[in-house]
């Protein structure tokens, strides 16, 4: 619940829904009285506006565009590890950010601002964490063997901390003496770093020259460990009887109280054989539950299968969290994840995070690989579809990343189309340039009536500020005749005041747009009747202006200065009409005086009268 | 959540009604205090206070724009019985450098013999054409034939709801698959009869309106209604704000070739939500109509949403608590958040890694971790 001050109790709560955000304020409906007058602006807490993650929506776009068009014709078996390899893309891209994040959380200066870039920087670990587990289980679907490889990968970059510890304990005077030794050294082992273990180990054989040959023996069994090789020639079975002759071996040296006088030694041997009660004993350094999973899968279930997993997960989870402690959400996804219930990690995602995301682009990577369809979801695409919309309304309402959205709606076959026709009709029309790219955007799309209504709007906008030209070439654009009609009349009303007209360099290039509407028409040929008789051309401009008055496109109101524009080529002594041409200018001064308009006045008729023509009659 | 600003609206007396313009980019008020403000936001997202102007003799209960594509301009209707229609007139160029702009009255509307309770206008497609309902039970829609002269408004249409009307909402599909509809609520309270809604449907041979349903389940008093924008659906979705918030589905079913009547529906009622425990004032949809808000007497504004299986849920909720304002306006506020105990733990979510657990830090790795605020909704992100 989010409160919201200045509104008192026994107060309604106006709203307004706005692009990206709700204003309320106070109010008391059907009533009148005095009260708090302002008005909130509530948002949702915003990714969007940091300028950081921006760079992990521009990338990660681009990363969705390239996935949309991978072929689906391929075989499977090739297109898995270009799935693999996209989903590598992602979370580079999220450790980028986070990386960036972290360096800015840590040198900023200013308390609220670090809080905030650290939580930022903890919720892309989260995301990371999960994504990772995603791909390795769901996406590079690793059968027994390699699973337990890469759930070491997973452990031992997300344990990042280990790494540092023994850069400190390496760097001091006498490493092996160091307080923090033996916890780099049980990481190491922790995580299956058997030869780093080893190389620090050998730090203390050197320090204690009587106890060598227990240090020699600890680095023998640390040595023939196996690891399954999944590209080499040992088949899991193989694998399984080798790693159980090791575990025999170790298991012999402890009972043998090989290392009895060395405690330290003692637990490795024990972590070695994956004892449990010893590697609780190891909270600390395992951190996690997830940890203790993976470490305790290593040392007594390397072959673990996919489907056993969760057995396994269950009861590490219990094991390792206190029983007052209540799971939470970022345990019950993993969990999920473990259960290879991906429906259930979605939805569990959605709501822990704010963000749309990562859901999005994780389900949508999901739905290519077709799991979400093997889930028996029969509304699996319809729930790509949903998330993405989501996400890209989201960005739509940012001045910039809304671009971005565009391409995610394109690839939303149901209500992608719909959803881009509403949102872009509300991307604020700043600038022309804006107004340009958002008209090229729905050109390409041919939602013509989008188009027609952003000119029509920036045509409006043009004309109230009186900017016929740009109004003009607005109209035109939107094929708005009648719109076109009004402001080529706007036009000629200018002309008939000022005498002159404005946005020449429009009007004169008109070309076949001015067959858009008659006034237009008429007003691009009323221009060139002017440029011809600037010329001097005058054979082909008393042609025109003829033309332009028996042609009936001239509104009535022009007919008079069209007479009047006749009249210096009538008075010249050469006559640049011929005697039918003269009948018809006859006509129309007939038609005109009968009209009775306003622009007939006494002067013109009388000058027509006393031209030549007439007095040739 | 948050609250992002705070602007000082500077009525005098209770605002009624707040509405932005197509783009977002510019706000009205409305007030007891009888004036409009129109307000612009600027690049910086600051709002600043265009004009301000005195539009009724009586309370103005709502105000609303028209389509940018007919320019800027205003309508809003108030207790004194009139609706009236605003133009904004560019100004000298000192005016706009002081950042003010002029609204001139184009008409007042004064067919109704009591109360203008709702202005809307009709979706841009039927041309500039405004509707208005009164406490007298009459519907009127104008339209101005002429888009360059907004001084010329005539009535095309006075429909008797015999009810008292509190709210229009006029369904914005433009689609040629069905005719222009609107649906009107009524506040009268006789609780006896029922059908508080009315649905009203254009008959294209007629040329007039017809009634084409009343929603006879809903018997209380209504406050507001609003058609969902319509995405391309076949059937149609409203909601109500009466003593609950209700949504309903209206599928048209299929006419007969030789019927000239009015559609036939079958009315669904998709949600109904008492979560406001008391009368609900007001509903609204936002653009994709994913999302529904609505205020109620308790004080709150709610926000439902439905998830990809269209299951309805209450996915935030905002409450006034009382305390003054502090401080400018432009300044984000304390916020004071309500924490149940369920919400408690998704909190402190994604705490799962080393630190948080154990309570001590590790370098780099995990600070404690928290979401970047409290979370606040309680069903939140609803997917």
Not at chain 2, 215 to 226: C, K, N, P, R, S
Not at chain 2, 321 to 333: V, Y
Request: net charge neutral; proline share 4%.
């Amino acid at each position: 619940m989010q409160k919201i001050p200045a509104v008192s109790d026994g107060k309604h709560m106006g709203f307004a829904w706005g692009p990206g955000d709700i204003l309320v304020y106070e109010t008391l409906h059907k009533a009148s009285g005095s009260g708090s007058s302002f008005i909130h602006e509530v948002r949702k807490d915003e990714d969007i506006y940091s300028p950081i993650l921006r760079k992990l929506f521009n990338e990660s776009h681009h990363i969705f565009v390239g996935l949309q068009t991978i072929r689906e014709d391929l075989p499977s078996k090739s297109r898995k590890p270009q799935f693999v390899s996209i989903s590598k893309n992602y979370r580079s891209v999220i450790r980028a950010c986070m990386e960036e994040l972290q360096q800015v959380a840590v040198s900023t200066k200013d308390g609220e601002a670090a809080t905030q870039y650290g939580n930022q920087v903890s919720i892309l670990l989260a995301i990371e964490l999960i994504w990772n587990l995603c791909e390795v289980l769901f996406i590079d679907a690793a059968p027994a063997g390699s699973l337990l490889l890469h759930l070491l990968d997973w452990v031992r970059l997300h344990k990042a901390d280990v790494d540092e510890k023994a850069r400190e304990v390496l760097q001091s005077d006498s490493p092996a003496e160091h307080r923090d030794y033996w916890d780099v050294v049980v990481s190491y082992v922790l995580q299956g770093r058997l030869d780093e273990a080893r190389q620090m180990l050998m730090k203390q054989a050197t320090l204690q020259p009587a106890a060598r040959n227990m240090y020699k023996l600890m680095d023998t069994l640390l040595s023939k460990m196996p690891f399954f090789n999944p590209s080499g020639t040992q088949t899991l079975t193989e694998f399984d009887v080798k790693w159980r002759h090791w575990h025999e071996e170790v298991d012999r040296c402890l009972q043998d109280n090989s290392f009895a006088s060395n405690k330290h030694l003692e637990i490795i041997c024990k972590l070695l054989l994956g004892d449990e009660d010893i590697l609780l004993d190891h909270k600390e350094l395992l951190g996690t539950w997830y940890h203790f999973l993976v470490t305790r899968l290593l040392f007594c279930h390397p072959t673990v299968k996919p489907a056993e997993l969760h057995y396994y997960a269950q009861s590490c989870m219990t094991m390792f969290l206190d029983s007052r402690s209540v799971p939470e959400p970022l345990d019950s996804i993993l969990l999920a994840a473990f259960e290879f219930d991906i429906h259930q990690v979605i939805k569990d995602c959605s709501i822990a995070l704010n963000n749309w995301w990562f859901v999005a682009h994780l389900t949508d990577l999901l739905d290519h690989c077709k799991l979400l369809q093997s889930h028996n979801l029969h509304f699996g695409s319809n729930l790509r579809e949903f998330l993405l919309l989501e996400y890209a309304s989201g960005l739509f309402t940012h001045h910039s990343l809304w671009q971005l959205a565009v391409d995610y709606f394109d690839h939303c076959p149901e209500f992608g189309r719909v959803y881009l026709e509403l949102q872009i009709e509300r991307v604020p029309l700043d600038t022309e340039r804006k107004a340009l790219k958002v008209l090229r955007i729905c050109e390409q799309r041919q939602m013509s009536e989008q188009v027609r209504s952003i000119c029509k709007i920036m045509a409006m906008r043009a004309l109230r500020n009186n900017r016929l030209g740009s109004a003009l070439s607005w109209s035109i654009r939107a094929k708005d005749a009648a719109f076109a009609t009004l402001i080529s009349e706007r036009f000629l009303q200018d002309y008939c005041t000022r005498g002159t007209f404005s946005d020449l360099d429009l009007i004169d290039n008109l070309g076949p747009a001015m067959l858009l509407s008659d006034r237009l028409t008429f007003l691009g040929k009323y221009r060139e009747f002017h440029k011809l008789y600037e010329e001097k051309r005058f054979t082909e401009a008393a042609k025109l202006l003829l033309s332009l008055m028996t042609a009936k496109i001239a509104p009535r109101s022009f007919w008079m200065t069209l007479l009047t524009d006749a009249l210096p080529l009538l008075e010249t002594a050469r006559s640049w009409f011929n005697s039918i041409q003269k009948n018809q200018i006859l006509m129309t001064l007939t038609n005109c005086s009968f009209s009775l308009h306003e622009s007939v006045t006494e002067v013109d008729l009388q000058r027509l009268q006393k031209s030549d023509y007439f007095s040739s009659v | 959540m948050f609250v992002a600003r705070s602007i000082a609206a500077d009525h005098k007396d209770l605002i009624h009604d707040v509405s932005y313009d197509f783009h977002g980019r510019r706000m009205a008020t409305c007030s007891s205090d009888q004036s409009v403000k129109v307000w612009d936001k600027s690049e910086n997202g600051e709002w600043h206070c265009t004009a301000s102007w005195k539009t009724h003799s009586g309370s103005v209960w709502r105000v609303t724009w028209a389509h940018p594509e007919f320019g800027q301009v205003l309508a809003s209707c108030s207790f004194d019985r009139t609706a009236a229609v605003w133009e904004e007139i560019v100004g000298e160029s000192n005016d706009k450098q002081r950042g003010l702009s002029h609204w001139i009255k184009r008409t007042t509307l004064v067919d109704s013999r009591t109360s203008v309770t709702d202005v809307k206008f009709a979706p841009k497609h039927m041309g500039l054409m405004l509707t208005t309902c009164s406490a007298d039970g009459v519907v009127r829609i104008y339209e101005a034939p002429d888009v360059m002269n907004l001084s010329q408004w005539s009535l095309q249409h006075e429909i008797s709801c015999k009810l008292s009307c509190s709210c229009i909402s006029w369904n914005p599909s433009s689609s040629r698959a069905h005719p222009p509809m609107f649906a009107v609520g009524s506040d009268d309270s006789n609780v006896t009869y029922g059908g508080k809604v009315q649905i009203y449907e254009y008959n294209e041979n007629t040329r007039k309106y017809g009634k084409a349903e009343t929603l006879m389940t809903v018997t209380d008093a209504v406050h507001d209604i609003a058609f969902a924008p319509n995405l391309g659906r076949s059937f149609h979705v409203l909601a109500i704000a009466t003593k609950d918030v209700r949504i309903f589905k209206l599928v048209p079913m299929r006419k007969e070739s030789t019927s000239t009547g009015p559609t036939k529906f079958e009315v669904q009622t998709v949600a109904q939500f008492d979560n406001h425990n008391s009368q609900v004032w007001r509903v609204s949809w936002n653009i994709t109509s994913t999302l529904l808000a609505s205020s109620g007497d308790d004080g709150c504004v709610r926000l439902w949403k439905a998830n990809y299986m269209d299951n309805w849920k209450c996915t935030g909720i905002l409450k006034g608590d009382g305390s003054p304002l502090t401080g400018s306006s432009g300044q984000p506020t304390a916020m004071s958040t309500v924490v149940g105990s369920s919400v408690q733990t998704s909190q402190n979510a994604l705490n799962g890694m080393s630190a948080g657990r154990i309570g001590k830090r590790a370098p780099f790795a995990p600070p404690l971790r928290q979401l970047t605020s409290p979370k606040i909704y309680q069903h939140p992100a609803y997917y």
